[in-house]
T-cell receptor, first 111, second 116 residues
Framework: NAGVTQTPKFRVLKTGQSMTLLCAQD?????MYWYRQDPGMGLRLIHY???????AKGEVPDGYNVSRLKKQNFLLGLESAAPSQTSVYFC??????????FGPGTRLTVT | AQSVTQLGSHVSVSEGALVLLRCNYS??????LFWYVQYPNQGLQLLLK??????LVKGINGFEAEFKKSETSFHLTKPSAHMSDAAEYFC??????????????FGQGTILTVHP
């Protein structure tokens, strides 16, 4: 099992550009999440999904959109990137036994 | 809303010394509690979790944590630090019940440095 994978690993964007981050899991988990990690702030929940075709807002959803068209994939989109979105983004999936599995992260820089 | 406070953004210990990382939560109902570890340029890995009546929880790599309801604390300890324990550690909480959907609220993180 690959677990949770994220694509790409690194990306540099200019302000106003758009991009999509892809998260894939092969554990057949229903629940998936996107977090962002900033120094001194821990991880904060952006959006989450409790099943194919469902999405919901987390703590810091502004400026992001998500889609869950397939159970194994959870996409995070930035329509118009801003420097405040420079961060490390983590995807996770949940086995409903109170255990989240995290991907390796995507380091995004917006200039 | 849940909140988690980790006391000390940086902790430094000598190899072989006791490791103590502090975590306090705010909730009127005891939540599920977790410790995660993050090694440089990697994702988060679950160290241990508290979900039931057993207040002393043992995890991987020799770590353990004790849930103290009266102190709303869930401090992480290890009797003897190894160089390989150097990493960032996150305390996290999750509400009990189906409508929590497993969402985690994280503390700010504590960077553990281990000196030879």
């Amino acid at each position: 099992n690959a677990g949770v994978t994220q694509t790409p690993k690194f990306r540099v964007l200019k302000t106003g550009q758009s991009m999509t981050l892809l998260c894939a899991q092969d554990m057949n988990h229903e629940y998936m999440y996107w977090y962002r990690q900033d120094p001194g702030m821990g991880l904060r929940l952006i959006h989450y999904s409790v099943g194919e075709g469902t999405t919901a807002k987390g703590e810091v959803p502004d400026g992001y959109n998500v889609s869950r068209l397939k159970k194994q994939n959870f996409l995070l989109g930035l329509e118009s990137a801003a420097p405040s979105q420079t961060s490390v983004y983590f995807c996770a999936s949940y086995n409903r036994r109170e255990e989240q599995y995290f991907g390796p992260g995507t380091r995004l820089t917006v200039t | 809303a849940q909140s988690v406070t980790q006391l000390g953004s940086h902790v430094s210990v000598s190899e072989g010394a006791l490791v103590l990382l502090r975590c306090n939560y705010s909730s009127s109902v005891p939540p599920y509690l977790f410790w995660y570890v993050q090694y440089p340029n990697q994702g988060l890995q679950l160290l241990l979790k508290y979900t039931s009546a057993a207040t002393l929880v043992k995890g991987i790599n020799g770590f353990e944590a004790e849930f103290k309801k009266s102190e709303t604390s869930f401090h992480l300890t290890k009797p003897s630090a190894h160089m390989s324990d150097a990493a960032e550690y996150f305390c996290a909480v999750s509400d009990r019940g189906g409508t929590s959907y497993g969402k985690l609220t994280f503390g700010q993180g504590t960077i553990l440095t281990v000196h030879p």
